[in-house]
């Protein structure tokens, strides 16, 4: 059975940081590409950032330069370091992996306070 975990979300000030982890099992975690989506109240979910199974990488626009994603292939756990945080990287953050098929965590929720 399939699951990702995530965790490390929780109230930060503006400028500030966070590191969120996605623990996952019951897959060949190398194999996977895995990325990071968050949805905002009101909006729809979108993209943070990826990071494929050969090591190439994309960002959302808004979150470059401050986002960075990384994978531990040892510990199967896929991290997102946020830096510099805004009011509207506000959201639940979802860990995602795909290779056939798709999985999503439960989500882990940020929120930043000015």
């Known amino acids: 059975q399939v699951q990702l975990v995530e965790s490390g979300g929780g109230l930060v000030q503006l400028g500030g940081s966070l590191r969120l982890s996605c623990a996952a099992s019951g897959l060949i975690f190398s194999s996977y590409n895995m990325g990071w989506y968050r949805q905002a109240p009101g909006k729809q979910r979108e993209l943070v950032a990826i990071l494929t199974s050969t090591a190439n990488t994309k960002y959302a626009d808004s979150v470059k330069g401050r986002f960075t994603i990384s994978r531990d292939n040892a510990k199967n756990t896929v991290y997102l370091q946020m830096n510099s945080l805004k009011p509207e990287d506000t959201a639940v953050y979802y860990c995602?992996?795909?290779?056939?098929?798709?999985?999503w965590g439960q989500g882990t929720q940020v929120t930043v306070s000015s």
């Open positions: 995602h992996a795909s290779l056939l098929v798709v999985y």
